[in-house]
C-alpha cells in the first residue's frame, strides 16, 4: 500500500445547468519522498482531485466517492471532524494565488501562529518562535521583523514562501501544491520550485504538484499524470513521458507549446477545437472530437466507447484506443516534428 | 533606410504619488516607464518582454496614446503622436490598434459580437463596400469564428474565442500594427498555440507589424523577430530573436533565460540557474545607476553610479550594460533543439550546479559572487 | 496619518458649511412667506410686518445668513420682545412660536432620541448580522429562504403599520405593556424599558432586514474567497473559519451602513417617535413641519446633517482600523 493510495475518485456536483463530472474515476498513487505532478488545462479536474483529498470540497453540496487513503486511513469514510484534524497536519496545501489566499487584514504572525496552535498545543509566543524559525528556513530574510508584516507588504514571491512556511509548520508528510509557480514571475518560479524540491528532499514528504506547465514538471516531478475533463488520460514517470508520450492529447499538448529547446520557425502545431463541457462531456472518448488520429481507430469506437487506462510499458498507463505500436510511431513523428524533421 | 513603422524615443511614462496628509502634495512618481527607445518596422514582430512590473503594459498603453505620456517621442508611420488630443488621436487609430489579456474583461457584455467587431466602422465612419455586416462576417471568418454567431454575446463564446473576436476588432480598419497587450497568457495551453498561430497567419496575410508584449519567454520567442527586455523601466537589451536566446550579453536577459523551464526532464537539474537575490526595487525609487545593479551579479562600483547608455554592440544589438557577458556563463541558455545536456553524466555534488542549487538555501548566500571570487 | 485627519475634517467642516448655507437659503427661498405662516388667523398687517423684523426677513437674505452664521460661532441676539434675547454659540435660531431657542428645544429633545437609536441600533445589529450569518450558512435551503422572506417583509413593512400594529396587539388586546410614557432612564429605569421596548423593536425589525441581507451576501462573497480555503486547509474549525476569517473580511460594508444607519436616527425617527409618542427630535421636527415653526425645521436639519457628515468620517476612519491595505496605501 503506497503513502497515499485514490482509488476510482469520483466527484460530480449539480449546477444550474447540469450536473458537472468534474473528477470521473481517477486512481493513483504517491510515495513519500516523491512528487507527482497532475497536469492538464482548466476543467480538467486537476484541482478538484487535490480538493478532494484535502477534503476541502462542500461534502453537502458535492457527490464524492471512491477511496482516498492516506497512511492507511480512508479520508472519505472519516468524520468532518477527524479529516479536519490532519488538514494543516498530516496534509498541507499551496495555492495558487499567494495574495488572494493570504486573509489581508491579518497579520503574517496571526496567520502563521493561528496555523500552529490549531494542531499543537504551545503557547502563541512559542508558536511564534516556531513560526520565525519556518520563515527563516523558505529563505525568508529577516524573519522576525518580516513576520509583522500584513500580506500586502510583502512581494509575490515572499508571499508564496510564506504560504509554504504556512503549509509546512507542523511537518506534513503529503504535501499538496496547487499551481504554486502559475501566478509568480519566471525568476521567482525558479527560486519557487528550488525551494519544494528542497523541501521534497529534507522532509521526505510525499508531494502532488498541480500544474498546467509542462517545463515546470519536468523540473519537479518523478511522475506525471495527465488529466482531460475529469479523467486521467496518461501516467507514466516524467522520462517516459516526456520521452515516448502515447496519448493524442498529451502529444498535442508537448507539439502545441512554444519551448526553448524547439525550433522557434517550426509553426506550433495546436489542439484544434475546444476542452469540452464538464456537464455534456463527448461520448466514448472525452477527447476524440479533438484527436487528429480517431479515424486510424476501426469503426469509430473512439466516440462509443470509453477507452479503458491500459498499460503501455513499464509504468506507463495510456487511455487510447489505438494500437500501441502506432501510438509509439506518431509520438516518435510528433517530437520530431518539434524540430522540423519529417520521418 | 526605410523609416521604421513606429518609432519611440526616450518615451517616459510617470505616475506622480500624492501623500495622504493635508495638502495630498505629490511626493513621488511612479517611474513606470523610464526613457525607452525602440522601433518596429512593417510586418515585423518586435517582442517587449519582462517581469511583472517592468513596465512592458505600461509601455503599450503609452505608445497606443491610451495614456499620455510624461515625456519622449512616439512616431507612427511617419506622424508624431506622443502630444495629440484624444481626437486628434481617432484618425491614427486607424493604423493602429490594440489587443488585451483578459478576454473576458476586455468585451463588453451587453453588445453582441458583430456590434463589437463592427464598432470601429462606426466610430471612424467607414463603409465598408457590402456593408459593416458583410465585412464582420468575413473577419470573422479570417479569424476561425463562425460566422452565423454575429449576433451571440461575449459569454457565449470561450477564452480562445473570445481572444479571436479581440482580435476581428482590431483587425477591422486594417490596421499596419497591433499593440499585443499578454494576449494569450489568460489561454490554456492549448487554445494558445492556436491564437499564436492566428497572429501569424495574419501577419503574413496582411503584412500586419506586432508590438507582442508578454512575460512569457518560450511564447515571446516563437513570435518574435526581435525583442526588447524590460526592467523597471527601461529597456536592458534589444537584440534579433537567435541572437538574444542564444547570445545574450545583459546580465539580467541570463538570468530570465536561465530561468524559463524547459519540458525536458533530462535537463531537469543540470541546468544552472542565476538566483536573483531580493526583490524588485520600487519604482517610485529607484535604484541609482543601472536600476539592475541591486540585484545583478555582475555588477560593480560604477554601476551603482553611472546609467548604462542603451549601446549597439553589434548591428541590431542594443545592451544597456558597463559589463555586458560576452562569454558564455556555461549551461544556463536553452540555444535550440540541442543543448548539449542531455549526453552529460548525472552531475555529482560538487558540480557547479549542484553548489549553486545549494547555496540559494544558505541564507543570503550568493552563488554568483561565490562563482566570480 | 494625521494629516489624512486633518484633511478630512477640514473637508468636514467645509462641507458642513455649504450645508447650512444650503439649507438656510432653501428654508427661506420657499414660496411660502415665513412671516405670514407665523402670523396666525387673526392676521393684520402690523403684526405681520413686526414679525418679519422679528424673524430678520426684512434684510437681505445673504444678510440673514450671515446672522445666522455668525450666530453659530459668537452667538447673537434676537430683538422680539421687550428685551434682547441672547442666544449664546452656537446658536440654531429661536422659535418665536415656542419663546425657546432651538438649541435648548434639541438639547431637551436629544436624550429620548439617543436611547432609542443606541437602543434600537444594538439589537438590529446582532439579529440582523445573526440572521444574515446564520442565512448565509444555510444558502439556499428551507432556513436560508425563510429568513430571507421574512427579511423581505420586514424590509417592506412601513414603519407606522409595523408601529400600529404592535401598539394594538401589545399594548391594547394583551395588555403586556402600558401606554408608553417616556421617563429618563435615570429616573425610572422600569418605565422607561416599558416605554422604550416596542419603539426599538419596531425600528431594530426595519433596520435588521436590511442588515441580514447585506451580511447574508457579504458572508457569501467572503466565503468564496481563496483565503478562505486557506484557513480550512490549515484545519481551523468551522467555527473559526466563519467567525475569524469570514466575518472580519465582510465587515467593511456593513461597518459603512451601520455607521450612516446610525448617525440618520440620531437625527430623529419622526414616524416612530411620534408613534410612541416620543419626546425625540423626530417628533419635534415634526411639529415644526406641522405647525411651520421655520428655525426648527434649520436646527434640526442641521443637526442630522452634522450627524451624518461626523458618522462619515468615523466610518472612514474605523475603514483604516479594518482594513490595513487601507492605513498604509
Redesign the interface.
Known amino acids: 500500500m503506497s503513502f497515499l493510495e485514490v482509488s476510482n475518485l469520483q466527484v460530480s456536483f449539480p449546477t444550474e445547468d447540469g450536473i458537472v463530472h468534474a473528477v470521473d474515476g481517477v486512481s493513483f498513487s504517491v510515495e513519500r519522498g516523491k512528487v507527482l505532478a497532475v497536469v492538464g488545462e482548466s476543467g480538467s479536474g486537476k484541482s478538484v482531485t487535490s480538493q478532494a483529498v484535502m477534503g476541502l470540497l462542500n461534502r453537502k453540496a458535492t457527490k464524492i466517492s471512491g477511496s482516498v487513503v492516506l497512511d492507511g486511513q480512508d479520508l472519505l469514510a472519516m468524520d468532518d471532524k477527524d479529516v479536519r484534524k490532519l488538514r494543516g497536519g498530516k496534509m498541507a496545501m499551496i495555492f495558487q494565488d499567494p495574495l488572494s489566499s493570504l486573509h489581508p487584514y491579518y497579520r503574517i504572525s496571526k496567520q502563521l501562529v493561528e496555523a500552529v496552535r490549531v494542531h499543537q498545543n504551545v503557547s502563541t509566543s512559542d508558536a511564534r518562535k516556531q513560526a520565525i524559525a519556518m520563515l527563516d528556513q523558505v529563505g525568508i530574510p529577516a524573519p522576525e521583523r518580516r513576520i509583522d508584516d500584513y500580506p500586502h507588504q510583502l512581494s509575490g514571491g515572499m508571499r508564496q514562501r510564506v504560504m509554504i512556511a504556512m503549509a509546512l509548520l507542523n511537518n506534513p508528510s503529503l504535501l499538496i501544491a496547487d499551481e504554486p509557480t502559475t501566478a509568480l514571475d519566471v525568476t521567482v518560479q525558479a527560486q519557487i520550485i528550488e525551494l519544494i524540491q528542497h523541501i521534497q528532499q529534507v522532509s521526505d514528504a510525499a508531494i502532488i504538484f498541480i500544474t498546467h506547465d509542462l517545463g515546470v514538471v519536468a523540473e519537479i516531478a518523478h511522475d506525471v499524470l495527465v488529466m482531460y475533463a475529469g479523467r486521467i488520460v496518461e501516467y507514466a514517470p516524467v522520462e517516459t513521458l516526456y520521452g515516448q508520450p502515447q496519448m493524442p492529447y498529451t502529444l498535442g499538448l508537448m507539439a502545441s507549446i512554444p519551448r526553448l529547446d524547439r525550433d522557434p520557425d517550426v509553426r506550433l502545431d495546436p489542439i484544434p477545437g475546444n476542452p469540452p463541457s464538464l456537464i455534456n462531456l463527448p461520448s466514448g472518448c472525452s477527447f476524440n472530437p479533438r484527436c487528429t488520429f480517431s479515424d486510424q481507430v476501426l469503426d469509430g469506437r473512439c466516440s462509443v466507447d470509453l477507452p479503458d487506462l491500459l498499460p503501455a510499458g513499464e509504468g506507463h498507463l495510456v487511455r487510447c484506443h489505438l494500437p500501441i505500436d502506432t501510438r509509439k510511431a506518431i509520438s516518435v513523428q510528433t517530437l520530431a516534428a518539434l524540430n522540423g524533421s519529417v520521418l | 533606410m526605410t523609416t521604421p513603422l513606429l518609432q519611440v524615443e526616450d518615451l517616459k511614462m510617470h505616475f506622480p504619488v500624492k501623500s495622504r496628509g493635508l495638502f495630498r502634495r505629490v511626493v513621488g512618481q511612479v517611474r513606470a516607464v523610464d526613457g525607452i527607445t525602440l522601433h518596429i518596422n512593417s510586418g515585423e514582430t518586435l517582442g517587449l518582454v519582462g517581469e511583472s512590473g517592468c513596465g512592458k503594459s505600461t509601455a503599450g498603453r503609452s505608445i497606443m496614446r491610451l495614456l499620455s505620456p510624461t515625456g519622449g517621442k512616439v512616431i507612427l508611420d511617419g506622424v508624431d503622436i506622443t502630444n495629440l488630443s484624444r481626437r486628434e488621436m481617432v484618425p491614427h487609430r486607424r493604423t493602429a490598434q490594440m489587443i488585451f489579456q483578459d478576454p473576458y474583461s476586455a468585451l463588453n457584455p451587453r453588445h453582441t459580437v458583430g456590434s463589437i467587431i463592427g464598432a470601429p466602422f462606426i466610430v471612424q465612419k467607414v463603409k465598408p463596400v457590402g456593408g459593416v455586416r458583410k465585412e464582420v462576417q468575413e473577419l470573422m471568418a479570417r479569424v476561425g469564428l463562425n460566422p452565423e454567431h454575429y449576433n451571440r454575446y461575449p459569454n457565449e463564446f470561450s477564452g480562445g474565442q473570445r481572444q479571436r473576436i479581440g482580435i476581428a476588432r482590431a483587425l477591422a480598419l486594417k490596421p499596419k500594427l497591433i499593440v499585443c497587450d499578454e494576449p494569450v497568457s489568460a489561454l490554456d495551453v492549448s487554445i494558445q498555440a492556436q491564437v499564436i498561430n492566428l497572429l501569424q497567419d495574419l501577419q503574413q496575410d496582411f503584412g500586419l507589424a506586432y508590438l507582442f508584449v508578454a512575460h512569457d519567454l518560450s511564447v515571446v520567442r516563437q513570435i518574435s523577430h526581435r525583442i526588447s527586455v524590460m526592467y523597471l523601466g527601461h529597456i536592458m537589451e534589444t537584440a534579433s530573436r537567435d541572437v538574444l536566446y542564444s547570445a545574450p550579453q545583459h546580465p539580467y536577459t541570463h538570468a530570465l533565460m536561465s530561468a524559463v523551464p524547459v519540458p525536458n526532464p533530462q535537463l531537469a537539474g543540470k541546468r544552472e540557474r542565476i538566483m536573483l537575490q531580493g526583490d524588485l526595487p520600487s519604482p517610485i525609487n529607484p535604484p541609482k545607476g543601472c536600476v539592475f545593479n541591486t540585484r545583478c551579479f555582475a555588477a560593480q562600483e560604477r554601476c551603482r553610479v553611472e546609467v548604462p547608455e542603451l549601446i549597439e554592440v553589434t548591428p541590431g544589438h542594443q545592451v544597456a550594460c558597463h559589463f555586458p557577458i560576452t562569454e558564455s556563463l556555461g549551461t544556463t541558455l536553452i540555444t535550440g533543439p540541442d543543448p548539449g545536456l542531455t549526453e552529460q553524466p548525472d552531475n555529482a555534488p560538487d558540480s557547479p550546479n549542484a553548489a549553486a542549487t545549494n547555496a540559494v538555501f544558505e541564507a543570503g548566500a550568493e552563488p554568483w559572487a561565490q562563482r566570480q571570487s | ?1 494625521a ?2 485627519v ?2 478630512r475634517v ?1 473637508i468636514m467642516v467645509l462641507m458642513l458649511l455649504v450645508l447650512t448655507f444650503a439649507v438656510f437659503v432653501l428654508f427661506n427661498l420657499l414660496p411660502a412667506d415665513v412671516a405670514r405662516l407665523t402670523c396666525g388667523k387673526t392676521c393684520t398687517p402690523q403684526t405681520l410686518e413686526a414679525n418679519r423684523i422679528k424673524l430678520g426677513l426684512d434684510q437681505p437674505v445673504i444678510m440673514q445668513f450671515w446672522y445666522f452664521f455668525k450666530g453659530l460661532f459668537v452667538g447673537r441676539e434676537y430683538y422680539g420682545g421687550p428685551t434682547p434675547i441672547e442666544c449664546p454659540a452656537p446658536c440654531l435660531g429661536y422659535s418665536f412660536q415656542r419663546n425657546e431657542l432651538v438649541t435648548t428645544l434639541i438639547a431637551q429633545r436629544l436624550p429620548a432620541t439617543i436611547w432609542l437609536a443606541l437602543g434600537a441600533f444594538a439589537f438590529w445589529m446582532v439579529g440582523g448580522i445573526s440572521l444574515g450569518i446564520y442565512s448565509a450558512l444555510r444558502r439556499g435551503k428551507w432556513q436560508d429562504k425563510t429568513v430571507m422572506g421574512v427579511s423581505l417583509i420586514g424590509y417592506s413593512l412601513p414603519s407606522f403599520f409595523l408601529g400600529l400594529v404592535m401598539i394594538y396587539l401589545v399594548i391594547i388586546q394583551l395588555k403586556l405593556l402600558p401606554f408608553p410614557r417616556y421617563v429618563s432612564p435615570f429616573e425610572n429605569p422600569v418605565q422607561f424599558f416599558q416605554a422604550m421596548l416596542l419603539p426599538w423593536i419596531v425600528l431594530a425589525i426595519l433596520y435588521a432586514a436590511f442588515y441580514m441581507r447585506l451580511t447574508r451576501s457579504q458572508m457569501l462573497d467572503a466565503m468564496g ?3 478562505i ?9 468551522e467555527r ?1 473559519v466563519i467567525g475569524r ?1 469570514a466575518l ?2 465582510g465587515l467593511t460594508p456593513i461597518v459603512t451602513a451601520a455607521g450612516l444607519d446610525l448617525a440618520g436616527l440620531l437625527g430623529g425617527a419622526i414616524i416612530t417617535e411620534a408613534l410612541f409618542s416620543l419626546p425625540g427630535i423626530g417628533s419635534l421636527a415634526l411639529s415644526a413641519v406641522v405647525n411651520p415653526d421655520q428655525p426648527i425645521i434649520v436646527g434640526t436639519v442641521l443637526i442630522t446633517a452634522a450627524f451624518i457628515i461626523i458618522a462619515n468620517l468615523i466610518v472612514d476612519l474605523l475603514y483604516a482600523a ?4 487601507v492605513r ?2
Do not use: N, Q, S, V
Not at chain 3, 229 to 237: D, E, H, S, V, Y
Not at chain 3, 322 to 325: F, K
Open positions: 496619518m494629516g489624512y486633518t484633511r477640514l474567497e481563496d483565503f480555503r486557506t484557513a480550512r486547509a490549515k484545519g481551523l474549525p473559526t476569517h472580519r473580511a479594518i482594513d490595513p491595505r498604509l496605501a
